[in-house]
């Protein structure tokens, strides 16, 4: 119904940067919000970073100063730029979106497949 795949992971060196992409395509009548979540090994996904439909967002606090999340309306398409990174950045990195897809429906999550980020120090 809905099929969210991210791109832009990779290993990259403690300090450096990368911008990972989600693009949201099929039964899509409206999106009420598009998030970034990661897991590390051994621990709990947590949210990264979240926008809602209007623009705000909202950040873990390890992440704040150093992400941004933003998002291409016309695309459907998710951005998560990471400046700075750290070892304990390391994660699974996914891709998250609120969907409506029918206008009498309710509002369903759907997940992309993740992308692997991994920090040297």
């Known amino acids: 119904q809905v099929q969210l795949v991210e791109s832009g992971g990779g290993l990259v060196q403690a300090g450096g940067s990368l911008r990972l992409s989600c693009a949201a395509s099929?039964?899509?009548?409206?999106?009420?919000?598009m998030g970034w979540y990661r897991q590390a090994p051994g621990k709990q996904r947590e949210l990264v970073a979240i926008i809602i439909t209007g623009g705000n967002t909202n950040y873990a606090d390890s992440v704040k100063g150093r992400f941004t999340i933003s998002r291409d309306n016309a695309k459907n398409t998710l951005y998560l730029q990471m400046n700075s990174l750290k070892f304990e950045d390391t994660a699974v990195y996914y891709c998250n979106a609120v969907v409506k897809i029918a206008p009498l429906m309710s509002s369903r999550d759907f997940w992309g497949q993740g992308t692997q980020v991994t920090v040297s120090s």
């Open positions: 099929g039964s899509i009548f409206s999106i009420t919000s």
